[in-house]
């Protein structure tokens, strides 16, 4: 029995539609990948794309030649229109900010960063930042007219206030979430885009979570710097909590007679395992370390004492990180931060540590591994937040109903939170 028209015309809208959100989150793919991502078999692919790039909405931007294995016929590569639209990520450390600018395709155009002392004032950074994002402009002729969405990570924790609604964005709305001192709000009325802000950690673990040919949408993630901070993703989704501190496991305290933390408890997990409560646990063992790079060269002796304290250190983490597996069942374990590539040792302690921790009947546990962005790519992080939380690119035209019409909606714009004349 043929299916009518009219519900015809939907199915196949909302291929499309599932299509384009798979571009947007994941940039340019070949045929094959969409439809192992959308779910697709090939003959409808084929002709949803077909129809596609009758119109314009997606292009050929290349073929997958340089990473194909074997001698096959390369596959096209399909993207968005890479003109169609700009997105900005923006992460504030405690000392810089870095810029990175993307096309519709996920190519980087610019990027940058310039630093500031610690104690610089948000309204600094916000300076700051701006200036730089100006100069990169000036630098590579790069415009900003196309600018869709700008993601910005800060420093957490980073609760969100009372009703916030994260990572969804709504049409119409400019400012999700407030900003440590406005920084949002500069931003938005600056480029006259949508904004989202979130914890920087949180928005690392996103991008662990959906980068990638391995992208897996239930996660747990770990950054040991400085202090210890977390995210979880679960179903796709960045999972923020009530007041948005979900994901901070460390300040689980591990140690309930240990030393004191900076959030007013002792013994969380933040004072065994972070850079500064690694280097101090090296001090009270008899070894002297002042930095990751004293560290890193006792990792390289294989000192006893580097050994045990990263060794106990990851043990901790290992079993705060079997509690959150146990309940939330993650595909993927990441640790983050510079001291993981420099000590190895703590991926593998903490992945023999959960084997141990995880329900024994399990078939298998999560995949434990390191992370793939580093420290500094806090704004590729903000970068994915924003394709990931895009809102789909809704009322296709017609082929034949936009020929010699002016006013048809663009197709790379149309439905999205703001829609530029």
């Known amino acids: 029995m043929q299916m009518p028209s009219g519900v015809h015309a939907l199915v196949r809208r ?15 793919m070949s045929r094959g990948e969409i439809a192992r991502v959308v779910g697709l078999s090939r003959t409808t692919l084929s002709e949803i794309t077909g129809n596609l790039l009758q119109r314009g909405a997606i ?41 990175v600018v993307a096309d519709a395709s996920h190519e980087i155009m610019v990027s940058g960063s310039v630093r500031y002392e610690d104690t610089a004032t948000w309204k600094t950074r916000t300076e700051l930042a701006l200036e730089l994002v100006d100069r990169l402009s000036s630098e590579a002729g790069v415009h900003y007219g196309a600018l869709q969405g700008i993601g910005i990570g800060v420093p957490g924790p980073y609760p969100a206030p009372e009703g916030a609604a994260w ?15 406005g920084v949002d709000v500069a931003f938005a009325e600056r480029f006259d885009a949508p904004v ?32 210890v901070g977390g995210g979880l993703v679960v179903g796709g989704q960045l999972v923020t909590g009530s007041s948005g501190l979900a994901g901070e496991l460390g300040h689980v ?14 013994g969380c997990l933040e004072t065994v395992a972070s850079v500064p409560g690694i280097l101090a646990a090296c001090w009270e063992f008899g070894l002297r370390l002042e930095n990751l790079d004293d560290l890193a060269a006792a990792v390289r002796r294989a000192h006893p004492v580097a050994d045990r304290v990263l ?12 509690a959150a597996t146990m309940m939330l069942n993650p595909a993927k374990v990441v ?18 540590t959960l084997a141990a921790e995880i329900f024994p009947t399990a078939s298998a546990g999560p995949v434990v591994a390191a992370a793939r962005l580093s420290d500094d790519d806090g704004a590729i992080g903000a970068l994915a937040a924003v394709f990931h939380s895009s809102p789909l690119l809704a009322r296709y035209p017609e082929t034949a109903e936009v020929k010699g019409r002016s006013d048809a909606p663009d197709s790379a714009t149309e439905g999205a939170a703001h829609v530029r004349p």
């Open 59 to 99: 292009v050929v931007v290349d073929t997958d030649a340089s990473r194909r294995e074997g001698s096959g016929r390369p596959a096209e590569r399909l993207a968005l229109d890479p003109a169609s639209a700009q997105f900005m990520g923006v992460d504030f450390g405690h000392r810089r900010v870095h810029v």
């Open 253 to 266: 305290t591990v140690e309930p007679a240990g030393r004191p933390c900076r959030c007013g408890k002792r």
């Open 196 to 227: 989202i802000v979130d914890n920087n950690t949180r928005l690392a673990a996103l991008a662990e979570a959906i980068s990638g040919a391995d992208s897996v949408a239930d996660l747990v993630y770990v950054r040991l710097s400085d202090g």
């Open 311 to 322: 060794r106990e250190a990851a043990g901790a983490l290992g079993r705060v990180v079997g």
């Open 14 to 28: 909302t291929h499309e539609e599932r299509v384009m959100r798979a571009l947007q989150e994941n940039g340019a």
């Open 335 to 352: 640790i983050g931060g510079e001291i993981t590539r420099l000590a190895p040792v703590l991926v593998e302690q903490v992945a023999a």
């Open 167 to 181: 990572p969804r964005a709504t049409a119409g709305t400019t400012v999700l979430r407030p900003a440590p001192e």
